[in-house]
């Protein structure tokens, strides 16, 4: 072994490279600089920029990417699993596929898939995988989501029909991991009869009326009507963000407690 591959051996890698810096600021040599990275390496960072190069409409006709870098940012570098639904392009052939790329770049360890109605295959690649799937059947759902396995972040950017989005929504937020992101996109539909939304701003059926059900439930401790039985949804959403066409959820464990029987003594003192 030579005199360099012992020390390196004894002292371990990052005190080689410490002692190297030392080395070279009292030799008076500059410190070597990393160079400066390009093309997509220089975007990589940046969901806007991102979104732009691959020509997803996240970023244009939306402005979508500037929340997902802000909700998303803390996994840039973590190895999981991202679930579009939806993957672009309708039927045309060859069309489609804009955010998995854009996804699979910001995101250089996760696993990317897409789900689409329509046969997307020619989007595939390392890291992208995409299936056949009708998010408006459970068992399909479930069928892709079992091919995954852990779901850590789930995208609904489908048909965008209410009906789906419910649908989507009861059978896949609970295979989301405790931790995990669920996103709702383009909920503009909601108000939109000719896309199976309401006029009305409290009909229970759409999408939004479905999302701003589940800002009640999570505050669910404070309600104080006898023998309320908290769902699954009230239990474990801990925080929703709402922006323009967008929504954004975050699964945990919500049970912090409440004060309510101090607050409300004269209510709790006949129990």
Known sequence: MSIRATVKSVLGEK???????????????????????TGL???SGDLNKLAQHFKTDKWGIHRYTQH???HLGHL???SFNLLEIGIGGYNRPGQGGASLRMWKQFFPKARIFGMDIQDKSFVDEDRITTFIGDQSDPTSLNTVADKIGDL???????????PHVLTTFATLF???????????????????????GSEDLEAAHTSMGMLKRLV??????????????PTY??????GMHFYHNLVIIEKGRNAEGTNKRSALKQRYAKS
């Open 41 to 43: 390496d220089a975007i």
């Open 233 to 238: 949804t009230d239990l474990n959403i801990v």
């Open 174 to 196: 609970p295979r989301l991991k405790d931790g995990g992101i669920y996103i709702v996109e383009d909920t503009q539909s909601s108000y939109w009869p000719e896309w199976q």
């Open 216 to 229: 009640d439930g999570l505050n669910y401790e404070e309600f104080v009507t006898e023998n309320y039985q």
């Open 76 to 78: 840039k570098n973590e």
């Open 15 to 37: 005190n080689v490279r410490v002692l190297r810096r030392v080395k070279r600021r009292f030799s008076g040599r500059p410190p070597v600089k990393p160079p400066k990275p």
């Open 68 to 70: 997902y870098q802000r």
């Open 152 to 162: 850590d972040v789930i995208i609904d950017d489908g048909s965008h029909r209410s």
